[in-house]
């Protein structure tokens, strides 16, 4: 059919409102008009008819389509059983059309029956009596079961953005970011189909808080596909997104613009400002998409035409400039991380032969300027901890080729890389803990370890954990610190409680506790003793710079450079063989528990 043109609608109100049919009730007219509007009536099978304006001969075309589509969709739902309503294979968009459609058909002819007597109503039904039998019993039961159908696709599509929304806010912004596209995409259209649902008449009212909650995931899931896109071939996903977003957050637009300055600036609930992150903790902290989609994502939500508030404006074009400098910064990391890469490569006399005094010392002042930022603002990034390694060895590499190899500058090098190394150790080695202790019960630890061992467990895992992420790719593919950390702790809790007498412990058979505590107490106490160990020895104290001074003899000066020497290769190849230990066990499990 060919669909009504903005014109065609325009001339059939004008007809409508003709002196020929100003007796039509106005019933009847406004369900005629109604019903013209949603069928896409198409007008050039009236002929001469429409073109004289006559449409008192449409209005039986108009319900004779509107009752022959009543009777195929009542026919449809009456020959489905309650279950069988589940499979259907409509979307609720689609219900709701249907039931309309009953609904006006219903109500068309219980008008019929009031108004037997008026001219209009008898003409236009005695033209159709012949063509189309009505039995509205039948259209009553068919409408029942599309209700029926509605509410068993209702829960439906709340089942499945329910599990939406579980699994996003289980999850942090930039574990989202590693979930594929197309996955992102489903979330997205789940969780539109719930809140397309509760904005319905049926439940606006009623679901007030839950729509709330729905529309703040789908936000968060939209501003994951936009990041996502943001360096992508894909620029009408992204400015889809941005413009959802700007339709879901219209009636809280400047609460929403102060949450994504929050994550920027340090915003109190009242809108005081106590200051900016600066463009280097950004750049350690985020990623360049991310960066880059918050900028976008400010200056479309901070139109001045629609925010008048001058605080909120005057806020946003700070930020805005910390996020174009932090991006600044990340390309001062890349420029960087290929510098380093030349240094290594042609380290030694070539270097020193190839790259004149100046040039070195402008070198090395860059990277230990990168090499302060990545220490200031530590970071769960591959990238950036491979960056660091990288300048710590560069660094030394170009003191070494300006004479500098006993200097003051080369001993508190070592000694801050000394620190890198054995925090990345730490971490790995808590990542192992909290992979064994997620492995038993309550009841298996209460049987490994004392209370005060358990205690220091606890410790260890939080200890300065935010800095102490695990830095291995292949290692964060298995294993997440992030969610393995609130479990492990609830589960270390849980431990000291059966320990202390205030849970009971369960009964278990003696010998399989006496063999569990045979075959797991020497590694687990081991892997306890290494990370108490190299926290007190190395990650306690407080590295303060060597100074110079007449009582430091050249002796004690390399001392420091030679025990730092010596510990860095220490943890790089203990670092080296214990995340390969972690590799072969996980390998092994896999191969295990997969069946064959």
Known sequence: MMPLADDNIEQLIEAFSSDDLMNLSEDLLNIAIE?????????????????????LAI?????????????????????????DLAFAGYSLEELRGIRKLLEDVIALFEKRSFSESHLLYRDV???????????????????????DAYKIQSRH????????????????????????????????????????????????????????GLRTTLIVVLEAISTQTINADVSKKRALSLDNILYHTRNNSEEYILRVLRRFAHISKDRKLSGYLLPEEIAARYKSSYIKHNRVLLSVISNPLHVR???LLILTNEVLKNLSSALNVKLTFVETCRLCQEVLRESGETFEQTSPPEQRRQLLARIIDVL????????????????????????LVLLQSMQAAQSLAMANLLRQYQVYTAR??????????????????PRQLSRLASERVLTLCRDLVRYKYDSLRPSSVYLEAMFDLDEYKDPVLMKLEKTLQILQGKIPIELDDSTAVVQERITLTPSFSQLVIDCFALKVQELDKVVEPLTSSYDMRPSELQAHIDSSRERIHYFLA????????????YEEDQETFTPA
């Open 574 to 585: 203990q670092h080296q063989q214990e995340n390969q230990l972690v590799v072969t066990t």
């Open 309 to 311: 508030q001058a605080d």
């Open 59 to 83: 209005i039986p075309k108009i319900i004779a389509s509107r009752l022959s589509k009543a009777d195929l969709y009542s026919r449809k739902f009456l020959a489905l059983d309650y279950e």
């Open 372 to 395: 302060r930022i990545l220490e200031t603002y530590p970071t769960n990034s591959e990238y950036l901890e491979t960056l660091q390694g990288k300048g710590y060895e560069a660094a």
């Open 157 to 212: 599509v709340m089942n499945a953005a329910i599990d939406v929304y579980k699994r996003v806010n289980a999850m942090n912004f930039e574990h989202l970011l590693h979930e594929k596209l197309f996955v992102l995409e489903e979330q997205q259209r789940h969780l539109n189909n719930a809140i397309e649902l509760l904005e319905s008449k049926d439940f606006q009212d009623k679901y007030s808080e839950q729509l709330s």
């Open 125 to 147: 039904f005695e033209e159709l009596k012949d063509s189309i039998e009505v039995d509205l019993e039948l259209y009553r039961r068919a409408l029942n079961n599309v209700n």
């Open 35 to 55: 019903l013209t509007l949603q069928d896409d009536f198409d007008l050039s099978m009236t002929g001469s008819i429409a073109k004289s304006n006559d449409l």
């Open 424 to 441: 990345r150790l730490f971490a790995l080695r808590i990542s192992r803990l909290c992979m064994y202790i997620s492995a038993h019960t």
